[in-house]
């Protein structure tokens, strides 16, 4: 099923995305400062090419770097980014094949929005490492000892 949800995202909304994002990561690579916003536009654009199967947790780790790197991005770029993902959204949402990827878009924008202190992986490894935001499998009951 996530192979199918990928192949219909990239026709319609996807490699759009990922174009958009790699024009950020040129401009920003264009200028030298800015080169960990590229890297962070190229890491979303790449997701946002082929999102079924992956998900995003956050890197408790990191401080008030990232939190500085996202207030910048939203001010260089992340805002019409997230514009994009918001109308593509919306334009998804007006077709019926399209809900379930509009609502993928407009999961995207919170990505979109704030990428530094946030890893991308798959959907499996967040399971096993029980990232918060991710639905693990509850571990079988275990028998309770007999009373004597």
């Given at each position: 099923?996530?192979?199918?949800?990928?192949?219909?995202w990239?026709?319609?909304?996807?490699?759009?995305?990922?174009?958009?994002?790699?024009?950020?990561?040129?401009?920003?690579?264009?200028?030298?400062?800015?080169?960990?916003?590229?890297?962070?536009?190229?890491?979303?654009g790449i997701?946002?090419?082929?999102?079924?199967?992956?998900?995003?947790?956050?890197?408790?780790?990191k401080?008030?770097?990232?939190?500085?790197?996202?207030?910048?991005?939203?001010?260089?770029?992340?805002?019409?980014?997230?514009l994009?993902?918001?109308v593509?959204?919306?334009?998804?949402?007006?077709?019926?094949?399209?809900?379930?990827?509009g609502?993928?878009?407009?999961?995207?924008?919170?990505?979109?929005?704030?990428?530094?202190?946030?890893?991308?992986?798959?959907?499996?490894?967040?399971?096993?490492?029980?990232?918060?935001?991710?639905?693990?499998?509850?571990?079988p009951?275990?028998?309770?000892?007999?009373?004597?």
């Amino acid at each position: 099923m996530r192979v199918v949800l990928n192949v219909v995202w990239l026709v319609l909304a996807g490699f759009w995305l990922f174009v958009a994002y790699m024009i950020a990561a040129i401009l920003a690579f264009i200028f030298i400062i800015t080169i960990p916003f590229g890297v962070a536009a190229v890491r979303i654009g790449i997701y946002s090419l082929w999102p079924f199967g992956r998900t995003v947790i956050p890197q408790p780790d990191k401080g008030a770097g990232s939190t500085i790197g996202n207030v910048i991005w939203f001010l260089l770029g992340g805002w019409w980014l997230a514009l994009a993902h918001l109308v593509t959204g919306i334009l998804l949402c007006l077709t019926i094949i399209g809900i379930p990827l509009g609502i993928a878009n407009f999961k995207l924008i919170n990505v979109c929005l704030r990428p530094f202190g946030r890893r991308i992986v798959s959907v499996a490894e967040a399971q096993r490492i029980g990232a918060q935001g991710v639905i693990v499998p509850a571990a079988p009951p275990k028998a309770l000892p007999k009373a004597t």
